[in-house]
């Protein structure tokens, strides 16, 4: 498992590095904090106005919302890559990445992460928490398991579509801008897909499967029959699109073109 | 295919799709439509050997395309078309396992972690390229007490100097003890001092772990000092491969000899002396002459050796291109017949 000791290895870096700014770190912290407390009163307030919607419960769509905040985050630590065509390939910081002797994308991911986004995780409980004494939820012992492997499985849909776009750096030398488009990204997934046009749920599903990352994994633990089989196969889902991402990059590697000089 | 050759290339080309855009606002809206590509060739039908243990000075003007050969032998940039085998890899396809046998320092571009002490930067290479321990301390403490950078190693690498930097650069694209060394631009910005500390540890490196070392530089007095063997290129192509005395002696002009002597002699004195060699001579004042040697023909020591016998000589002066002046004609002119 050389990969994961390296990653380790980098993760003692990082927090090497925030140590040693240690008012930088105990701001951001602060700070992670307070943007946690007002996203979680934003989201209450928000939907304290809407008693049902489609017919969904306030507390189920809190319910959504909440879990959706844990792969969200866990994605947000990962893969800290939103100015990489800035940072990697216009600024030429790839060519360093290209001439050492481990994956290419899994450098790029160790030198950016951001474990601190991982206090998302805690947010989304506390709302799934709140929500879950407005409903009648049995949990079974298995579902906790369930949940996190459905997250992770979130986590590789978006981080597939994610690498995917910003490939898309690799294979043009224009600055182009990709960001809204992948800051956007965030957005989907967190409501009920039933609630969209029927042409919207089925892009949100099979194109760019955003519903695979919030809404089909909660609509199980809420025992919604109905799309019990979806949220099965988000591992499955996940792992073709992070493959699919892979594969663009490591074609868009061939096209990288290096920074003038 | 030699199974020696630290390098071997043949054929080797780079081409650059450059999109090109029309003028004003109307071509602009145009080119959303129908975009415009030109094909540039950056590098053309390279052909190259270089031996294991030898230290070659690549050099050109800027564009010549220094840079993406050296990308492309480090299997950064994916060669267009050609052949290529470092160390016995194919650099781009076999990439990962490549690289550890190379080290590379590009003298513009930090490899270190820009954050992190030097030391911690090390440590992590140490992992990346899965050193042993103790290989890695003794090889560490070696590199560290020749390159004389103990006390920086504490220091965030944004901290140091550009020289400092550069020694930890060293250490760093070393510790893996790879075969190959690229080096781009290594001294470039540095004071004399550094650059002579950083040539020195080359030799060094060079002669005991026979590191093969392929430089590119704008200063030549690197390669004077170090190289043997120059490869030149022009607009993609490689215009001289040998050696460094060849180049001098085929394209560094006449020697001149200037003799200041105690009494007036007559120009048709010195030339009746030297009348078997190929040498002219010329009066360029009171009691001044000049003898221009033909290149690499005569010793200096043959001419002096029929002249100071019975003339009272009070100054004399030898004077000779530098290679800085010869790659500066060779890149005006062109070579005759490359």
């Known amino acids: ?261 | 295919m030699r199974e020696m050759d630290a390098i071997y290339a043949e054929g080797l080309t780079k081409e650059f799709k450059v999109y090109q855009s029309r003028g004003g606002l109307w071509g602009a809206f145009r080119d959303l439509f129908d975009r415009h590509y030109r094909i540039i060739r950056a590098v053309e039908g390279i052909r190259m050997r270089i031996q294991p243990g030898e230290m070659v000075g690549y050099i050109g003007e800027n564009g010549a395309g220094k840079s993406t050969t050296i990308k492309m032998l480090t299997g950064i940039l994916q060669p267009t078309s050609g052949e290529l085998k470092v160390n016995g890899f194919d650099p781009h396809r076999e990439r990962e396992r490549f690289v550890k046998t190379i080290g590379v320092v590009f003298g513009q571009r930090s490899q270190l972690w820009w954050d992190i002490a030097v030391q911690e930067s090390f440590r992590l290479l140490q992992k990346v390229y899965q050193i042993p321990p103790k290989e890695y301390k003794s090889h560490l403490e070696r590199m560290v007490s020749i390159l004389e950078i103990e006390s920086l190693l504490d220091q965030p690498v944004r901290k140091l100097s550009l020289g400092q930097r550069m020694r930890c650069e060293l250490a760093a694209s070393l510790l893996h003890k790879p075969k190959l060394l690229f080096l781009d631009e290594p001294t470039i910005g540095l004071d004399v001092l550094v650059k002579d500390n950083i040539r020195t540890f080359l030799k060094e490196i060079n002669q005991e772990l026979g590191t093969t070392i392929l430089l590119t530089t704008h200063d030549i007095s690197d390669i004077e000092a170090l190289c043997s063997r120059v490869i030149m290129l022009d607009k993609g192509k490689i215009i001289y491969d040998g050696s460094l005395t060849q180049l001098k002696k085929v394209w560094g002009g006449r020697k001149k000899v200037l003799l200041e002597t105690e009494r007036e002699i007559a120009i048709t004195d010195f030339k009746s002396r030297t009348v078997d060699l190929p040498v002219t001579w010329e009066s360029t004042g009171k009691r001044q002459y000049v003898a221009y040697l033909e290149q690499g023909e005569v010793a200096v020591s043959d001419l002096l050796a029929r002249v100071v016998q019975d003339i009272p000589i009070l100054e004399m002066q030898i004077e000779e291109a530098s290679t800085e002046e010869i790659v500066r004609k060779i890149y005006q002119e062109g070579i005759p017949d490359a």
């Open chain 1, 1 to 261: 498992m050389f990969q994961l000791q390296l990653f380790i290895e980098y993760f003692k870096q990082y927090l090497k590095v925030r140590l040693a700014y240690r008012w930088d770190f105990v701001v951001q912290l602060g700070t992670d904090f307070f943007f946690q407390a007002v996203n979680l009163v934003f989201i209450l307030v928000f939907f304290g106005h809407t008693k049902t919607l489609n017919g969904w419960t306030q507390h189920e769509v809190i319910f959504i919302y909440g879990y959706f905040l844990i792969p969200w985050a866990i994605f947000s630590a990962i893969f800290n890559l939103w100015d990489f065509n800035e940072r990697y390939v216009i600024k030429g910081e790839m060519d360093r990445i290209l001439t050492r002797p481990v994956h290419s994308l899994l450098q790029v991911i160790m030198e950016t992460m951001t474990p601190e986004s991982l206090i998302g995780v805690v947010t989304g409980v506390i709302v799934m928490g709140w929500a879950a004494t407005g409903l009648e939820i049995e949990w079974a012992w298995y579902d906790p398991i369930l949940l996190l492997v459905f997250a992770l499985g979130g986590v590789a849909v978006y981080g597939g579509i994610f690498i995917s776009l910003i490939s898309i750096s690799l294979f043009t030398d224009s600055k182009s801008d990709l960001q809204p488009i992948i800051y956007n990204i965030g957005t989907y997934g967190r409501y009920p897909v039933n609630i969209y046009h029927r042409l919207i749920q089925f892009v949100l599903t099979w194109v760019l499967p955003f519903a695979f990352v919030g809404f089909y994994p909660a609509s199980y633990l809420l025992d919604k029959t109905q799309w019990q089989w979806y949220a099965l196969i988000t591992p499955l889902v996940g792992a073709v699109y992070l493959g699919i991402g892979i594969m663009i990059w490591n074609w868009g590697i061939r096209y990288y073109r290096g920074a003038g000089n």
